[in-house]
T-cell receptor
């Protein structure tokens, strides 16, 4: 199975906040990432957080990191239809990225 | 700035046939990656190049997969002979190699093996 685990699906109403959760395995990971994949496209880096940080905010995106529980979350404020995509959590291990299976986010009007 | 270019976008072959995918990374990016993304799964690293040298190919099925990066720029990933379980999207990515680890992905090459 995946070393990085995510829930598979999230449905959210337009204008609400979305929260996508991820658990990772290696406490020595230096960076943790959130990538977005739209249909038929490659992955695009949304944001990342250094392992000595607890929180990072970037416009509508807020990343929370709980190192004790090896838990990472991504909050998207005021979710829009353009936010519908698959979101991948990834941890950096020895210079390699280990991806989760992705969370499909569907935004409904 | 041009992104990572991949071709072909789609390929359908029969099992035991061969296929090759091409990738042109972002200019100046020394590090190039090939990932395999099976439907419903996250990308899995197949091989990583630093310039034209292999950094990591531990998850590359070397009995059927090969990859090269001549002159440290373009790269080709070949599968010969293909199996049904090779059906996937093959993603190429490149990076400057900084510690922040930002990878820039191409749109991928979707392979269907019948």
């Amino acid at each position: 199975g995946e070393d990085v685990e995510q829930s598979l699906f999230l449905s959210v109403r337009e204008g609400d906040s979305s929260v996508i959760n991820c658990t990772y395995t290696d406490s020595s990971s230096t960076y943790l990432y959130w990538y977005k994949q739209e249909p038929g496209a490659g992955l695009q880096l949304l944001t990342y957080i250094f392992s000595n940080m607890d929180m990072k905010q970037d416009q509508r995106l807020t990343v929370l990191l709980n190192k004790k529980d090896k838990h990472l979350s991504l909050r998207i404020a005021d979710t829009q239809t353009g936010d519908s995509a698959i979101y991948f959590c990834a941890e950096s291990l020895w210079g390699k990225l280990q991806f989760g299976a992705g969370t499909q986010v569907v935004v409904t009007p | 700035e041009a992104g990572v270019a991949q071709s072909p976008r789609y390929k359908i072959i029969e099992k035991r046939q061969s296929v090759a995918f091409w990738c042109n990374p972002i200019s100046g990016h020394a590090t190039l990656y090939w990932y395999q993304q099976i439907l419903g799964q996250g990308p899995k690293l197949l091989i990583q190049f630093q310039n034209n040298g292999v950094v990591d190919d531990s998850q590359l099925p070397k009995d059927r997969f090969s990859a090269e990066r001549l002159k440290g720029v373009d790269s080709t990933l070949k599968i010969q002979p293909a199996k049904l379980e090779d059906s996937a999207v093959y993603l190429c990515a490149s990076s400057l190699g900084r510690s922040t680890g930002e990878l820039f992905f191409g749109e991928g090459s979707r392979l269907t093996v019948l």
